[in-house]
C-alpha cells in the first residue's frame, strides 16, 4: 500500500498518509483561498484512518471557522497542514503538504466563487457534487 509524507513549513510537525485519496481536484471558495493565501486551493481528500501525524501532534492548531471545515496548522511556523471535514469524515491533506503524491486532479469544486478561471477539461461544479452535500449542479468551461 502506497504512503507519503508530508511535513509543516519548518519541518515540526510530519504527516503520512496511506493507501489511494478518495479524491483530488481544486477548491476555489472564498475560505480555502482566504486561508491559504491563494487563488486556489489543491486539495487530496483522505479517510482520518489514512492520515497519520508522526511528529509534532503537539504543535497542531486547530481554527474552526464553520462546524463544516476544521482547518490545521502548525502553531510553530503558522505552516497549513490539512483540513479535517467531520460531515464528510474526510480529511483534506493539502496537496503541497504532501510534495510526493502524483496529484491528479479529477474536479473544481466552488467554482461559482472562482477568481482564476481554468480551462483544464475538468467537470467544474458550482459547489460540491451531490455525494458530498451539494447540489451538484455544473459550471461551463
Not at 487563488?39 to 484512518?49: G, I, K, R
Not at 462546524?67 to 460531515?87: A, I, V
Amino acid at each position: 500500500m502506497p504512503s507519503y509524507k508530508g511535513a509543516c513549513f519548518c519541518g515540526a510537525v510530519e504527516i503520512e498518509v496511506t493507501g489511494e485519496p478518495h479524491g483530488m481536484g481544486y477548491c476555489h471558495c472564498r475560505s480555502c483561498r482566504s486561508w491559504s493565501a491563494g487563488p486556489v486551493n489543491a486539495f487530496t481528500l483522505w479517510s482520518p484512518e489514512a492520515v497519520t501525524v508522526t511528529k509534532g501532534e503537539a504543535q497542531i492548531g486547530t481554527f474552526a471557522k464553520t462546524d463544516n471545515s476544521h482547518r490545521q496548522y502548525c502553531t510553530q511556523c503558522g505552516g497549513h497542514l490539512m483540513t479535517r471535514h467531520p460531515p464528510m469524515n474526510l480529511v483534506d491533506v493539502y496537496a503541497a503538504t504532501i510534495p510526493d503524491l502524483p496529484f491528479k486532479p479529477g474536479l473544481h469544486v466552488f467554482y461559482a466563487e472562482t477568481v482564476l478561471p481554468i480551462r483544464d477539461g475538468l467537470p467544474k461544479f458550482l459547489d460540491v457534487p451531490k455525494e458530498f452535500g451539494g447540489s451538484g449542479e455544473m459550471a461551463t468551461e
